[in-house]
């Protein structure tokens, strides 16, 4: 069974720092893996994923990731925060299983951006 | 706006009763997800379907139950409701490619149960 594990369910970061949030994930095979961004009381939208091919993964906002199969993770990173950014982001992983792609999530990242 | 719609967006009911959640995919996505967020579980997978069959099952109570319409929305219904089935109800749809098949997913059904 596939598992996520995020590191840090409250991170707070000074207005124009490095953002990290951390998420090592657990599969029998490398599985796809995503980040989602939740902003308060609306859904879920996708920042960024991997499939296949390049291991650096670019998203939206100016977030980006890596997947890094020998340490099992998929870092979230962002060179200078922003308030827009504060939010809570998910960790997510799913089957290389055509047509069954459920999503395994992990707990979450409260990000808060101080001025 | 994905593209996925959900009614309503918030319902109150009491312990007890019967509700039906509501969701309407993208236009030409075949398979419907339903997700639950809560307090206790986090974001859990309850149950996929697609082109109006079961396909994967999830953390589902027996309790709840989903279908999809020929018209390829869908519907979760949860009955006998306790108050620690308050949660937000997601629901995601995805096309149906024989590639990598994205998620979009919808704004949510904010369940509170009294």
């Known amino acids: 069974a596939q598992s996520v594990t995020q590191l840090g369910s409250h991170v707070s970061v000074s207005e124009g720092a490095l953002v990290l949030l951390r998420c090592n994930y657990s599969s029998s095979v490398p599985p796809y893996l995503f980040w989602y961004v939740q902003y308060p009381n609306q859904g879920l939208q996708l920042l960024l994923k991997?499939?296949?091919?390049?291991?650096l993964v670019k998203g939206i906002n100016g977030f980006e990731a890596e997947f890094k199969k020998s340490e099992t993770s998929f870092h979230l990173t962002k060179p200078s925060a922003h308030m827009s950014d504060a939010a809570e982001y998910f960790c997510?992983?799913?089957?290389?299983?055509?047509?069954?792609?459920?999503?395994?999530f992990g707990t979450g990242t409260r990000l808060t951006i101080i001025p | 706006d994905s593209g996925v719609t959900q009614t309503p967006k918030h319902l109150i009911t009491a312990t007890g009763q019967r509700v039906t959640l509501r969701c309407s995919p993208r236009?030409?996505?075949?398979?419907v997800y339903w997700y639950q967020q809560s307090l206790d579980q986090g974001l859990q997978f309850l149950i996929q379907y697609y082109n109006g069959e079961e396909r994967a099952k999830g953390n589902i109570l027996e309790r709840f139950s989903a279908q999809q319409f020929p018209d390829l929305h869908s519907e979760l219904n949860l009955s006998s409701l306790e108050l620690g089935d308050s949660a937000l109800y997601f629901c995601?749809?995805?096309?149906?490619?024989?590639?990598?098949?994205?998620?979009?997913f919808g704004p949510g059904t904010r369940l509170t149960v009294t």
């Open positions: 997510a992983v799913s089957e290389r299983d055509f047509g069954n792609e459920k999503l395994t």
């Open positions: 991997y499939t296949t091919g390049a291991t």
């Open positions: 995601a749809s995805s096309p149906f490619r024989r590639v990598y098949n994205e998620q979009y």
């Open positions: 236009s030409g996505d075949l398979s």
